[in-house]
């Protein structure tokens, strides 16, 4: 891509897969991916694919945790409709609707992420998207590869995009042939993928979930905590990639030190790792302000007094509490959603949920026995805003329920 920026690369990359279609997400993953894919196979059914079963121990590991993953969120699906006032001529309505098309994007790098996968596409049948479609990079030849095909099948999904990368967003955002263009894309990406979406949505193109960044995670401990737990927490985080984070903090000075030995004799060079840092602060409540501060994508307290600062904790993506909450538990199988608000965005943004895949629609009911007062109201700030039309709108109603109203 030469000297360009991240955007300025992307922007021609929208631009180009918008005006041409199906020709520029082939070509730019030809040329970005080294795979030339055949126009038939770029949208595929995954149950018309031949192709091996993974492992027996591997099926039943995806079945587990995908069957985890929709209790969780099969529960914690809001009401479709909810009465929020109710009085004589009026009720007022809160009602939550499924988005009816929706994109996932899938990273397939150095290994299939099945996990994203399912913590992606099953929220969103949760919530009853009725269309679904998942990008996938054709690499490591995974329109055939048994872990995908597998887990595709295993979630009744029917259309797949083989091809990444921002070509893969322009693709599910304004669609090409054989794919209409979906109302969200979901699912975390590069850079390149992330800044795909934020101008597919800046331009009102699509909806999208969450920033989803570099992965990131912090550790409150105190002294009554397993400190081969916290640098296995750490160095798992710092797993992600050299652009991950990783942060202890702590007012106990014996752990940091012991934690930092720990890290220190297990980590790779860190050319392949991303960053720990380990802060030591003088007090729980410096702890809880500095994480609260740093709006971190997962935060873990372990040990009985950093245990006790959950309810203080304000902007994390998610929150692990005890021994046994490893950050990996959440990434794979605990249930809610491992995509998480990530830099800083968790102190305005929620994770990925069923939420993610629908919206709020507000339903005003009114009959002829409304309160007049509030046509008066109306009448009289209509006026104020100078919108004559408005005014009349309010007016020609009132006396219908001045009539309705009198003694």
């Known amino acids: 891509m030469g000297e360009e920026t991240v955007s300025a690369t992307v922007r021609r990359i ?17 040329s970005l991916d080294g795979i030339d894919v055949p126009l038939d196979e770029l949208v ?32 914690s699906r809001p009401a479709g409709d909810e009465v929020v006032v109710e ?24 290994y299939p992420l099945i996990s994203s996968l399912l913590m992606t596409a099953i929220p969103a049948q949760c919530a009853g998207v009725e269309s679904l479609v998942v990008a996938i990079s054709p690499r490591h030849e995974s329109r055939q590869h048994p872990v995908w095909n597998f887990a595709l099948r295993l979630l009744d999904i029917h259309t797949v995009l083989g091809a990444g990368g921002a070509q893969a967003i322009a693709a599910l ?56 737990y916290i640098a296995a927490d750490l160095l798992a985080q710092a797993e992600h990639g050299p652009d991950a984070s990783a942060h202890l903090v702590t007012w106990d000075q014996a752990l940091l030190a012991t934690v930092q ?3 220190e004799r297990q980590r790779v060079p860190a050319t392949t790792m991303g960053s720990i840092g380990f802060k030591w602060v003088s007090s729980p409540e410096d702890a809880i302000n500095w994480v609260n501060q740093l709006a971190p994508e997962h935060l873990g307290l372990i040990g009985p007094r950093a245990e006790s600062l959950a309810d203080q904790v304000m902007t994390a993506g998610a929150v692990f ?58 009448a009289l700030l209509a006026r104020v805003e100078g919108l004559e039309f408005h005014r009349q709108a309010l007016t020609v109603r009132q006396s219908e329920v001045d009539t309705t109203h009198r003694p």
Do not use: C
């Open 321 to 378: 509490i005890g021994p046994m909450a490893s950050e990996a538990l959440g990434d794979y199988v605990a249930g809610p959603s491992h995509v998480l608000p990530t830099q800083g965005t968790g102190r305005f943004l929620s994770g990925l949920s069923t939420r993610t895949f629908m919206r709020k629609m507000s339903v005003i009911e009114a009959g002829a026995q409304l309160d007049p007062a509030l046509l008066e109201a109306g």
């Open 87 to 110: 009085e004589p001529g009026l009720t007022l309505r809160e009602r939550w609707v499924p988005i009816r098309r929706a994109g996932i994007y899938v990273p397939n790098g150095a």
């Open 173 to 228: 955002a304004y669609g090409i042939k054989g794919l209409p263009p979906v109302d969200i894309i979901a699912g975390p990406g590069n850079a390149y993928v992330a800044q795909a979406k934020q101008q597919v949505a800046a331009a009102g193109v699509v909806g999208i979930d969450v920033w989803a960044g570099p992965s990131e995670v912090a550790v409150i401990a105190d002294g009554g905590a397993n400190a081969a």
């Open 261 to 263: 030995e720990l890290v």
């Open 14 to 30: 929208l631009t180009d897969v918008k005006q041409q279609g199906a020709d520029a997400v082939r070509a730019y993953t030809r």
């Open 44 to 75: 595929y059914d995954p149950f018309e694919v031949a192709t091996t079963l993974p492992p027996a121990e591997i099926q039943d590991a995806i079945r587990r945790a995908a069957e985890q993953i929709r209790r969780f969120h099969e529960r």
